[in-house]
């Protein structure tokens, strides 16, 4: 099982980003994926997840700013980011989960670091 998150990198505030997630080895349509954010200092915050049936759910500090989606052909699963701010600096990354809602993550993935800043 793999997660591949890829996409950060720097932006400026009120900017937009699109982070990618590769997973292998294991179907979308039978796992969650989820994403979390890990700022320095700071517990590990999920930010939301798609489920296997394609429903999402999102954390409120995410809610009218980022959006989950997932291509199952391409085993790609994505969030797109709005209106940053510094706040969100950090390092995304996203973690498989049993598929019926956020929760029981069991594999993670690497990350993928976000700067926001000008």
């Known amino acids: 099982v793999q997660l591949q998150a890829s996409g950060g990198g720097l932006v400026q505030p009120g900017g937009s980003l699109r982070l990618s997630c590769a997973v292998a080895a294991f179907s979308l349509d039978a796992y969650t994926v989820g994403w979390f954010r890990q700022t320095p200092g700071k517990e590990r915050e999920g930010i939301g997840c798609v489920v296997k049936d394609g429903r999402t759910y999102y954390a409120d500090s995410a809610k009218g700013r980022f959006t989950i989606s997932r291509d199952k052909a391409k085993k790609m699963v994505y969030l797109e980011m709005t209106m940053l701010t510094p706040e969100d600096t950090g390092v995304f990354c996203s973690a498989r989960g049993d598929g019926h809602y956020c929760?029981?993550?069991?594999?993670w993935g690497q990350g993928t670091l976000v700067t926001v800043s000008s």
């Open positions: 929760g029981h993550y069991n594999y």
